[in-house]
Each structure stands twice: as structure tokens, then as C-alpha cells.
T-cell receptor
Framework: GENVEQHPSTLSVQEGDSAVIKCTYS??????FPWYKQELGKRPQLIID?????GEKKDQRIAVTLNKTAKHFSLHITETQPEDSAVYFC?????????FGSGTKLNVKP | DTEVTQTPKHLVMGMTNKKSLKCEQH?????MYWYKQKAKKPPELMFV???????INESVPSRFSPECPNSSLLNLHLHALQPEDSALYLC??????????????FGPGTRLTVL
């Protein structure tokens, strides 16, 4: 199956700073790359996604960049807030099989 | 209705019990999924149903038996589970792709404890 690697496993930033989480994938046929946020005890929720026909997508403080040649994509959160603290998962689905990265625990310190 | 619902929220069962988890969505999605999530780990795909037919089984032990009675409902029947099966079981649904994979919507999960 798809191999998705995610780094870092934990990330601690000061409120207002930026946070970047990176994922690499192995299957060159993957063409959809979502990012999920999961707060403690809650369901994963999609925060942003990108398809392979674009290189970058932004939604307010969140952006995702994709480099298909290098097979990696990144989540960028600017002006972080304490409510951004959660575990973030990337995924690289293929034929309805969602393979998730191992997760990044983001801690935003007030 | 843009939610996936799951019942029960919590379930405690013995290794000899038979129980079922239920999932429901009314978004018209024709793909539904079961995931298992252990603490501090990502969701791990178990089963995928497409148009009410089982399309993917990720080599899940037969003590887990999925069922899709109609396009809105997904069940997971549990029998003779082991303590290591204790986890959060998540259901998800998505539109079937027409040229691309689509967003998955997750339910809140069932927290299962096997004694």
C-alpha cells in the first residue's frame, strides 16, 4: 500500500508563530492530499486539501503546498493560536484507500 | 444533514460477547468506511463499501464482520474479540469519485473496550 511519512511527530510553537508539517508519499498515482485535525477525544476533521493539478492552496491562516515531482506536501499554519493545538494527520489516498501519516501533535503555547 | 452519526459512543464487552456498531449518514454518499484508531496513532483502514458492496477488506480478522444494509447504514458486527481490539472505531463516508477522490466525513467514533 501507500507509504506516507509525516514529520515532525511533535511541534511546539509560541502563539503567533508559524507551524509547518511535512509529508512524503510513495505512490506517484496519488492525486488528492487532505489534511485532518483531530482534537483530543474528537473525530478527525478536514481542514484543507489539495489536488495534484495545483501547487498551493490557501484558506485564511492555513495553506498546503504540493511538490508532485518530489512527492511531498506540507501544511502551513500562520499566526498560530492556542485552539490550533491538536494532532494533525496528512493522507495520500489511492482508489478510495486512505493512508494516513503517523500524525503531528501541535502544541501552541500562549 | 451533513453529519455521520455512530452508536453507541462507548461499548464495553467481554471476549465471548457479540455486539454491533452502527453508523448512519444522510448525505447521499455511496462510499462508507470503517477505521480502527489506537491511542496516539492514525486511523487504520479496515473496510470500504462502494454502492453497498464490500470493495476493500484490509486483511481484517473474521471476528470483525461488516454489513451495509442500505446506502445510509453501515454496521460492524463484533464477535469473540480480544483485549487488543480495544480502540476507537471510526466510520466515514464520501461521495464516490467522478474523476478524483473526495473528502471523507468522519463520525464521532465508538470507544470500544474488550475485557
Amino acid at each position: 500500500g501507500e507509504n506516507v511519512e509525516q514529520h515532525p511527530s511533535t511541534l511546539s510553537v509560541q502563539e503567533g508563530d508559524s507551524a509547518v508539517i511535512k509529508c512524503t508519499y510513495s505512490d506517484s498515482a496519488s492525486n488528492y492530499f487532505p489534511w485532518y485535525k483531530q482534537e483530543l477525544g474528537k473525530r478527525p476533521q478536514l481542514i484543507i486539501d489539495i489536488r495534484s493539478n495545483v501547487g498551493e492552496k490557501k484558506d485564511q491562516r492555513i495553506a498546503v503546498t504540493l511538490n508532485k515531482t518530489a512527492k511531498h506536501f506540507s501544511l502551513h499554519i500562520t499566526e498560530t493560536q492556542p485552539e490550533d493545538s491538536a494532532v494533525y494527520f496528512c493522507a495520500a489516498p489511492n482508489f478510495n484507500k486512505f493512508y494516513f501519516g503517523s500524525g503531528t501533535k501541535l502544541n501552541v503555547k500562549p | 444533514d451533513t453529519e455521520v452519526t455512530q452508536t453507541p459512543k462507548h461499548l464495553v464487552m467481554g471476549m465471548t460477547n457479540k455486539k454491533s456498531l452502527k453508523c448512519e449518514q444522510h448525505m447521499g454518499h455511496r462510499a462508507m468506511y470503517w477505521y480502527k484508531q489506537k491511542a496516539k496513532k492514525p486511523p487504520e483502514l479496515m473496510f470500504v463499501y462502494s454502492y453497498e458492496k464490500l470493495s476493500i477488506n484490509e486483511s481484517v480478522p473474521s471476528r470483525f464482520s461488516p454489513e451495509c444494509p442500505n446506502s445510509s447504514l453501515l454496521n460492524l458486527h463484533l464477535h469473540a474479540l480480544q483485549p487488543e481490539d480495544s480502540a476507537l472505531y471510526l466510520c466515514a463516508s464520501s461521495q464516490l469519485p467522478s474523476g478524483g477522490i473526495n473528502e471523507q466525513f468522519f463520525g464521532p467514533g465508538t470507544r470500544l473496550t474488550v475485557l
